[in-house]
């Protein structure tokens, strides 16, 4: 079936690095994503992979995907106040459409 | 460049009314889609168009819900005889044709139903 699930909330301090995991079940995903939600507002696209990748790094992103786990993991380097948003994991099984987690929010410290 | 517009962004409507929600895709995308937040979830999936097509409406309620893509215009999420049940944010998405997997969310539209 098509699940994704991750763990609802996240605390870190101000410049420490931020681990956000996600697991999902559909081996036939063929891009994994990450988005962030700001209060009241709607989702910006972060980053994502092609399910044939590993890893893929942008600037203070870091998204690690073990296919063999389903797991898939984004790692915030520096995390500074302004990081501090819910952020869905999704994957698409082709088709168009994406299957989402139920978010983790993270809060981050000064 | 002008994202994913939808309007309204907040919609009031009483139990039994019609609500109407629209989608300005990304100048040029041709693919929109459509998802439901309710309160404290993730997203789930609704409907995927083209243009004067649906492509998935495998998300889409039976009754009372219905999307369209004209040629020209938004995209019109339709609910009719709402019930307080409907009360969510509903977000909207665009992609490119040649790049399908990039979805790209509008602000979303807020309905309450009282």
């Known amino acids: 079936g098509e699940d994704v699930e991750q763990s609802l909330f996240l605390s870190v301090r101000e410049g420490d690095s931020s681990v956000i995991n996600c697991t999902y079940t559909d081996s036939s995903s063929t891009y994994l994503y990450w988005y962030k939600q700001e209060p009241g507002a709607g989702l910006q696209l972060l980053t994502y992979?092609?399910?044939?990748?590993d890893m893929k790094q942008d600037q203070r992103l870091t998204v690690l995907l073990n296919k063999k786990d389903k797991h898939l993991s984004l790692r915030i380097a520096d995390t500074q106040t302004g990081d501090s948003a819910i952020y869905f994991c999704a994957e698409s099984i082709g088709g168009g459409k994406l299957i989402f987690g139920q978010g983790t929010e993270l809060s981050v410290k000064p | 460049n002008a994202g994913v517009m939808q309007n309204p962004r907040h919609l009031v409507r009483r139990r039994g009314q019609e609500a109407r929600l629209r989608c300005s895709p990304v100048k040029g995308h041709s693919h929109v889609y459509w998802y439901r937040q309710l309160p404290e979830e993730g997203l789930k999936f609704m409907v995927y168009?083209?243009?004067?097509?649906?492509?998935?409406e495998s998300g889409m309620p039976k009754e009372r819900f219905s999307a369209e893509f004209p040629k020209e215009g938004p995209s019109i999420l339709r609910i009719q005889q709402v019930v307080r049940g409907d009360s969510a944010a509903y977000f909207c998405a665009s992609s490119p044709s040649d790049r399908s997997y990039e979805q790209y969310f509008g602000p979303g539209t807020r309905l309450t139903v009282t």
């Open positions: 168009l083209q243009k004067e097509n649906i492509i998935d």
């Open positions: 992979i092609f399910s044939n990748m």
